[in-house]
C-alpha cells in the first residue's frame, strides 16, 4: 500500500522528470542532434540523477532472483509521438549483451551502482572493433549518436540504476541490430519485453 510520503515523492519525482524531459526537447529543437547537443542533454539528466531521493532501489527494483532476466526498464516519460523516452534501468546481476546500435540518440547516466560500457567500430570484414570504454556511475554519463555502437559488462556485484534517454522509445525501434561475434553476423534485436511503466498521471497526481 502507497502511503502518503510516497505519493508525494511519486509526484515530486513525476515534476523533475517533466521539467528534465522539456528542457531536453529544447535542447534538441535548438541544436540538433550531435556530440554537443548530447552533451547537453547529458548534463540534464546528471541533475536529475543527482536526486537520489527520488530514484531508491525501493521504488525501482530489480527483478527477483528467480526471474529470467536480470534487468527491467521503468518508463518514467514518453511523448504521445514516442519521442523523448527516459528509463530507469534497474539491475542487480550479472548481465552482459554484445556489441550494438539503438538507430536514435541515446545518453546513459548512473544514479546508484555501475554499468560499465564498452565501445566500438565496425570493421571492413563486417565485424566489430573495440575503441574504449567507461564505467557510468553517479556523476557520469555515456553519449550516442544512432550509428554508435556499445556494450554492456555489468558484473552484478551490487544493485545497479541507471537512466537511459532515447529519442525514440524502444518498442519502436525496429531496426536496433547487435553483433554475433560466433557467426559473425548481424541480427536484429527482438521487441523488449519488459517495460514498467512508472509515469504518473497528471489527475491523479494533483
Given amino acids: 500500500m502507497q502511503t502518503s510520503a510516497d505519493m508525494s515523492r511519486a509526484t515530486k519525482r513525476s515534476s523533475e522528470i517533466a521539467d528534465t524531459v522539456n528542457r ?14 548530447l552533451e547537453a542533454i547529458r548534463s540534464e539528466l ?13 521504488d525501482f527494483p530489480p527483478p527477483p532472483e528467480t526471474a529470467g532476466n ?15 523516452a527516459l528509463y530507469a534501468n534497474s539491475n542487480n546481476r550479472r548481465y552482459v549483451n554484445a556489441p550494438h546500435n539503438h538507430t536514435t540518440w541515446a545518453v ?6 555501475e554499468e560499465p560500457n564498452r565501445f566500438y567500430k565496425r570493421t571492413e570484414d563486417g565485424g566489430v572493433e573495440q ?3 567507461a564505467v557510468v556511475r553517479a556523476g557520469t554519463g555515456v ?5 554508435d555502437l556499445h556494450s554492456l559488462d555489468i558484473a552484478g556485484r551490487a544493485p545497479m540504476l541507471n537512466f537511459h534517454m532515447y529519442g525514440l522509445a524502444i518498442p519502436q525501434l525496429f531496426k536496433r541490430q547487435y553483433y554475433n ?7 536484429y ?14 489527475e491523479s497526481a494533483a
Fill in 181 to 187: 561475434e560466433r557467426d559473425h553476423s548481424w541480427n
Fill in 108 to 113: 546513459i547516466v548512473g544514479v546508484h551502482g
Fill in 24 to 37: 531536453i526537447r529544447k535542447i534538441e529543437a535548438n541544436q540538433g542532434v550531435n556530440p554537443d547537443a
Fill in 143 to 147: 553519449t550516442f549518436l544512432p550509428d
Fill in 70 to 84: 536480470p534487468s527491467c526498464l521503468y518508463l518514467l516519460s514518453e511523448d504521445d509521438d514516442h519521442r523523448f
Fill in 46 to 58: 546528471l541533475k536529475l540523477a543527482a536526486k537520489t531521493e527520488l530514484f531508491s532501489m525501493d
Fill in 189 to 202: 534485436y527482438p521487441p523488449h519485453t519488459d517495460i514498467r511503466d512508472m509515469r504518473v498521471d497528471s
Fill in 131 to 133: 575503441t574504449g570504454s
